[in-house]
């Protein structure tokens, strides 16, 4: 019985100074093979379709099952992630390249520490250190439980931040997954007492005002998080707090 194969086409790059190529690999098929278990294999014997032995992809990835966000890259010209990205889905060859949006650093693996540095800008988190005992938390009630849940699935990606048209050097735009923080934070009870200064930091150049509603974030995001609701949401929140400053000045 002959073998049935995949093929696949990575675009490799040594380091961001080098140049791209393309190396194309043929490997056996397996059931539930997905683009990292294929690159697993790859990495076990590193030689190209035509022969030519290679290095391993670098690529990042950690819990292999859509949870860590890590291994985010665009397949078949499609951001999305490699450990859920099945074979048996993809038409071949199946073609894998890195984020085209974030610093490149080798292969597949590129810096995404911007959103981080986004996530700082707007105070992503709910203030609860301290040297004393705080006590209980505030009630969350099941509505407001229900509301927050979806938000608070993002894994970090950055896929939404790589198709928006708005996300580039230019506007300097934070993305969507950064708006839908902000609105995840200042819902909670203890989170909501940074809520103005979140609101002040989207306010401004690269805020929430770059969005052109282009929706491309709602549809690429792995865990169906409701952006542009967040983005609609927090918009409005924006615009009344900067007429409460003004009012205020
Ligand atoms: S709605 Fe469009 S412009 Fe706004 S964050 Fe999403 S993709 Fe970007
Ligand atoms: S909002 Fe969705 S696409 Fe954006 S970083 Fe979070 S999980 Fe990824
Ligand atoms: S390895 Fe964690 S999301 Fe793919």
Same mark, same amino acid.
């Given at each position: ?16 100074? %080098? %140049? ?42 950690? @819990?292999?099952?859509?949870? @860590? ?11 999305? $992630? ?37 996530? $700082? ?36 990606? @950055?896929?939404?931040?790589?198709? @928006? ?14 708006? %839908? ?69």
């Amino acid at each position: 019985m002959a073998t049935r194969t995949v093929t696949f086409e990575f675009k490799r790059q040594a380091s961001p100074e %080098a %140049a791209a190529v393309w190396e194309k690999f043929e490997l056996e098929w397996r059931p539930g093979m997905n683009v990292v278990s294929a690159m697993m294999e790859i990495a076990r014997n590193p030689v190209t379709a035509d022969g030519r032995p290679t290095t391993p992809i670098a690529y990042d990835s950690n @819990c292999l099952e859509e949870i @860590c966000g890590s291994c985010a890259m665009r397949i078949n010209g499609k951001a999305r $992630m490699a450990c859920s990205a099945l074979v048996d889905n993809l038409e071949q060859p199946i073609k894998v390249e890195p984020l085209t949006k974030f610093p490149l650093v080798r292969d597949l693996q590129v810096d995404r520490s911007v959103l981080f540095e986004n996530l $700082m800008r707007v105070k992503a988190w709910v203030p609860v250190d301290g040297t004393y005992d705080l006590g209980s938390g505030p009630r969350v009630y099941p509505q407001e439980q229900e509301a927050n849940y979806p938000l608070s699935n993002c894994i970090s990606c @950055c896929c939404c931040m790589e198709v @928006c048209p708005q996300f580039n050097d230019v506007t300097g735009f934070v993305g969507a997954a950064t708006i %839908a923080q902000v609105k995840l934070f200042n819902n909670h009870p203890t989170g909501k007492v940074y809520k103005e200064e979140r609101l002040r930091a989207l306010a401004g150049d690269g805020g929430i005002q770059e969005c052109g509603f282009a929706q491309n974030c709602v549809e690429v995001c792995p865990k169906q998080i409701p952006l542009t609701n967040a983005i609609s949401d927090v918009g409005r929140d924006v615009v009344a707090q900067k007429i409460k400053d003004w009012l205020k000045s």
